[in-house]
């Protein structure tokens, strides 16, 4: 008599700081036959040591998460394991973390808006090999596709002027010219297309590029 073969579940790590959602998610995955949940971590330091030690078939990660963030623990899995299939939770659809994510290999997004309805095939179509990036985020990528990212002086400037400061003040701070200081906004307005210093910052939040 032949028995019937059943297939192994998909292993699943669970990482995000917020205890109430990993338990959401873990209960969402317990309920399905075909997924189980292998381990939790809190943050990215935790998550890429439970992934050396229990080498899950799919990763949920927040993108967002306090020490090292998950994108910084996806490009570390990835570098020792080329194959790691992981999933970037995310609230917002700013497109510089998310474009970092997906330079990284990201194997896909989940909005935590829509967790509840996209969760489990998300799980199953990154298993197969698939990517799953949702359509506001592949927008919002689409969008931001032909503009340069800031350089590192030019988003240290835009932070000061964030925190209300003056060019002059800027200048000393940074130990540069009023000038430059100058240069670097004019730099900054033109990529961000923003109409003046008020502007750029709220776009470089709503990006993702700074956080206050």
Do not use: W
Request: a neutral charge; charged letters at 20%.
């Amino acid at each position: 008599m032949e028995l019937s073969h059943t297939p192994r579940p998909i292993n699943v790590l669970v990482v995000d700081d917020h205890p109430l959602l990993r338990m959401g998610l873990g209960e969402a995955i317990a309920s399905q036959d075909d997924m189980c949940v292998v381990g939790e971590a809190c943050n990215g330091q935790d998550a890429v040591q439970q992934y050396e030690a229990l080498r899950p078939d799919v990763v949920i990660m927040d993108i967002v998460m306090p020490g090292m963030c998950g994108v910084t623990a996806l490009e570390a899995i990835r570098a020792a394991h080329p194959s790691a299939r992981i999933v970037m939770l995310t609230t917002y659809k700013g497109d510089v973390q998310i474009l970092r994510a997906v330079q990284g290999g990201a194997a896909g997004f989940l909005l935590k808006s829509t967790l509840r309805k996209d969760l489990l095939d998300t799980i199953r179509g990154v298993h197969q090999g698939q990517r799953r990036i949702p359509p506001e985020i592949a927008m919002e990528l689409a969008q931001h596709m032909g503009q340069g990212p800031l350089s590192a002086r030019e988003t240290e400037v835009l932070s000061h002027a964030a925190n209300g400061q003056s060019n002059r003040r800027i200048a000393e701070q940074l130990s540069i010219s009023e000038e430059t200081v100058k240069a670097h906004m004019k730099n900054v307005l033109a990529k961000l297309a923003a109409n003046d210093r008020t502007h750029a910052v709220t776009i470089a939040l709503k990006r993702g590029i700074m956080s206050i």
